[in-house]
């Protein structure tokens, strides 16, 4: 099968906190790929996860704010760290199963961060 | 750098109406392209792709043409229903690259 599980689904954050979005699934894939999607607009990469090596980040995204581990091929986690009101957004993990298909992304139901 | 271009919403149509969703890409190379939907509610959900110029993907009676000529890929309905009502995004893939990179989006309301 080809699940993508995120934990959580939502969460209600205080300004200058820090919270860990967990992106687990059900079979091996090479890289998961972490989304931003802000209010009303579109999805941004943030960052590719490899199991073994540093992630690679976009343009605009850098690792202290969005710190991530990919400790194995089934699980990732994305931080947002020292959050303010602008982090709010959906977070997405997205991942290319090889049982769907080659250069397909399935994507997770996202993480629904609000930062009062 | 690469970038996707869709016509704004929302888009608000009556149902059994013709749907045409506007989609242009800026790339190097030949990209492959998707459409993607969001149902209210729920997570992102592939549509449809094509991966070379005049290839056509098709899904739930969608239909998009990859335009080479004119760097198109425009999402179309003959008859569109309620339950198509959703925020559709184009989006393109690069050759030898996994990522991404999406449109704005349009909303799509469909009306009984």
């Known amino acids: 099968s080809a699940v993508i599980s995120q934990k959580p689904s939502r969460d209600i954050c205080q300004r200058g906190t820090s919270l860990t979005i967990q992106c687990q699934v059900d079979?091996?894939?090479?890289?998961m790929f972490w989304y931003r999607q802000q209010p009303g607009q579109s999805l941004t990469l943030i960052a590719t996860?490899?199991?073994?090596?540093?992630?690679?980040?976009e343009s605009g995204f850098v690792i202290d704010k969005f710190p991530i581990s990919r400790p194995n091929l089934t699980f990732s986690t994305l931080t947002v760290s020292n959050m303010s009101p602008e982090d709010s957004s959906i977070y997405l993990c997205?991942?290319?199963?090889?049982?769907?298909?080659?250069?397909?992304?399935?994507f997770g139901a996202g993480s629904r961060l609000t930062v009062l | 750098g690469d970038s996707v271009t869709q016509m704004e919403g929302p888009v608000t149509l009556s149902e059994e109406a013709f749907l045409t969703i506007n989609c242009t890409y800026t790339?190097?190379?030949?990209?492959?392209l998707f459409w993607y939907v969001q149902y209210p509610g729920e997570g992102l959900q592939l549509l449809l792709k094509?991966?070379?110029?005049?290839d056509k993907g098709s899904n739930k009676g969608f239909e998009a043409t990859y335009r080479k000529e004119t760097t198109s890929f425009h999402l179309e309905k003959g008859s569109v229903q309620v339950s198509d009502s959703a925020v559709y995004f184009c989006?393109?893939?690069?050759?030898?690259?996994?990522?991404?990179?999406f449109g704005s989006g349009t909303r799509l309301q469909v009306q009984p």
């Open positions: 790339a190097t190379g030949y990209p492959s």
């Open positions: 989006a393109l893939q690069k050759r030898g690259r996994r990522a991404l990179t």
């Open positions: 079979s091996q894939v090479t890289m």
């Open positions: 094509a991966t070379k110029a005049d």
């Open positions: 997205s991942v290319e199963f090889p049982s769907i298909g080659a250069n397909v992304l399935t």
């Open positions: 996860a490899n199991q073994g090596s540093e992630a690679t980040y």
